[in-house]
C-alpha cells in the first residue's frame, strides 16, 4: 500500500484483521473509518482520519506497531493506541495525519 488512505480503509468497516502477535494472531475488526479535521494542510499527501478496531479479548495489548492482515489489503503496519473497554472488548484507535 502506497499512501494509506480513507478510501482504502472504509469498505473495510465490520470487517476482520488478524493481528499477528509473534506467536498466534489476534481477531480485529474495524469498527470505524472516519475523516478528521484538516488544519490547514494544503501540502498534505493525504487527509487526516481515524480508524478504530475492536477486539473481543479481555486482555489490553500496549500502544505499538503492530502488523495488520486483511483478505484484500494485505499486510500493513499500524500504530495502535488503546483507547477504550466496554462489555465487547476493547477498542484501538490508528490515526493517520
Known amino acids: 500500500m502506497d499512501v494509506v488512505s480513507l478510501d482504502r480503509f472504509a469498505p473495510c468497516v465490520g470487517e476482520g484483521f488478524d493481528l499477528d502477535m509473534g506467536t498466534g494472531s489476534l481477531a480485529l475488526t474495524l469498527a470505524e473509518a472516519s475523516p478528521l479535521p484538516a488544519h490547514n494542510l494544503s501540502r498534505a499527501r493525504r487527509s487526516p482520519f481515524s480508524l478504530l478496531f475492536r477486539s473481543g479479548s479481555p486482555i489490553v495489548l500496549p500502544q505499538r506497531i503492530y502488523r495488520l492482515?486483511?483478505?484484500?489489503?494485505?499486510?500493513?503496519?499500524?500504530?495502535?493506541?488503546?483507547?477504550?473497554?466496554?462489555?465487547?472488548g476493547i477498542l484501538y484507535q490508528a490515526i493517520y495525519n
Open 69 to 88: 492482515k486483511h483478505a484484500r489489503l494485505g499486510s500493513i503496519e499500524v500504530f495502535l493506541v488503546p483507547v477504550a473497554r466496554d462489555r465487547s
